[in-house]
């Protein structure tokens, strides 16, 4: 595993995993949220989005987290691991307002400098309707790329440990 992709919704534990994978592995992290968001929370324009994905995938190793559908075809090609962590919404959704508790008027480590963390009716709207909007295409494409990456779908936070147990030398 030298080019990770970990994907799933909003506090499914993306960048918790992609740090600590990033520890076992040696491998450098990217958290694309940090790439994509500017200060005060402005989008990055696409044609520049899509510079910046299509640079770090030529990149002979990293552990990439985040969704941006627009990317992920690219991101897929390119790596050779796919994770997808499929937990509850409801879980995601406690996450997430855990996270907003703990970082409450600063920038996460994983996000955007200038990017306070917020919680707005519209993200936990998202997180709730991941399953139903989000997974099915997600599944489509971890389906299509099967027979030529490693996929890995973790559904719980103990299937998360194991396969970190699994990674420690």
Known sequence: MQRILIIGSGGAGKS?????MGILLGLPVIHLDQLYWQPGWIETPREIWLEKVLEIVQTPSWIMDG????TLDIRLQAAD?????DMPAWLCILRVLKRQLMYRNQTRPDMGAGCPEKVDWEFLQWIWRFPHDDRPEIERKLAYHRHTKRIIVLRTSREMNRLLHQLQP
């Open 16 to 20: 918790t995993l992609a740090r600590q």
């Open 67 to 70: 969704n941006f559908g627009s």
């Open 81 to 85: 691991t796919a994770i997808f962590l």
